[in-house]
């Protein structure tokens, strides 16, 4: 069957270190990876795409990785900061697919 | 929030009950997307529109209906054949069905009285 699993429901890390969040796909063929940033109560917000072309991405502090032969993509916010805290969903499109896939997300919170 | 509204925040249902969730864009995008979350469960997909006046069911249709008369708003009618509607509901639009990244609004949580 097909799944998305993100490592962990909840991740804590102190201020200043690196937080690696995991996504792993079974049964996928992934045109794309998404990641998405939610605050409790609000809709997800767009932070990145990575092509299964693609090695890595990166934005600032947060950098995406793809490994399409491990079926897993990497999310790292270096330098985390308690404003950092939220759930993050990765998200994939599959070639052909009309939507979206979205993983259960990982709650990260950052401990000042 | 982008450009995207829903409204009401909150909504109550009575059993046996239609209840209609609003979502309008004025982002110009063609398409839009409703979704479903509910707690440890990822984001599911109910409907999808592509274009104005043409829609298709997602992953978890049945219980809703969707209409798509204008291209800024894509309401959602959940009815009372779903059995267990609590949940949280996003609202999405992205420019194309192709365009990646989707634009979410700030959800309705609907509960059941």
């Known amino acids: 069957s097909q799944k998305i699993e993100q490592n962990s429901e909840a991740l804590n890390i102190q201020e200043g270190k690196t937080a690696t969040l995991t996504c792993n796909y079974t049964?996928?063929?992934?045109?794309?990876l998404q990641w998405y940033r939610q605050d409790p109560g609000r809709g997800p917000v767009f932070l990145l795409l990575?092509?299964?072309?693609?090695k890595e991405k990166r934005k600032e502090r947060l950098k995406v990785t793809f490994d399409t032969t491990l079926k897993q993509s990497l999310f790292h916010i270096t330098a985390s900061q308690p404003a950092d805290s939220a759930t993050y969903l990765c998200?994939?499109?599959?070639?052909?697919?009309?939507?979206?896939?979205f993983g259960t997300g990982t709650r990260l919170t950052v401990i000042p | 929030d982008g450009g995207i509204t829903q409204s009401p925040k909150y909504l109550f249902r009575k059993e046996g009950q239609n209840v209609t969730l609003s979502c309008e864009q004025n982002?110009?995008?063609?398409?839009m997307y409703w979704y479903r979350q509910d707690p440890g469960q990822g984001l599911r997909l109910i409907y999808y529109?592509?274009?104005?006046?043409?829609?298709q069911k997602g992953d978890i249709a049945e219980g809703y209906s969707v209409s798509r008369e204008k291209k800024e708003s894509f309401p959602l009618t959940v009815t009372s054949a779903q059995k267990n509607p609590t949940a949280f509901y996003l609202c999405?639009?992205?420019?194309?069905?192709?365009?990646?990244?989707?634009?979410f609004g700030p959800g309705t949580r609907l509960l059941v009285l």
């Open positions: 999405a639009s992205s420019m194309t069905q192709d365009q990646e990244t989707q634009y």
């Open positions: 049964n996928y063929s992934p045109a794309y």
């Open positions: 990575i092509r299964e072309n693609e």
């Open positions: 998200a994939l499109h599959e070639t052909g697919a009309n939507n979206l896939f």
């Open positions: 982002l110009n995008h063609d398409a």
């Open positions: 529109s592509q274009i104005v006046n043409d829609f």
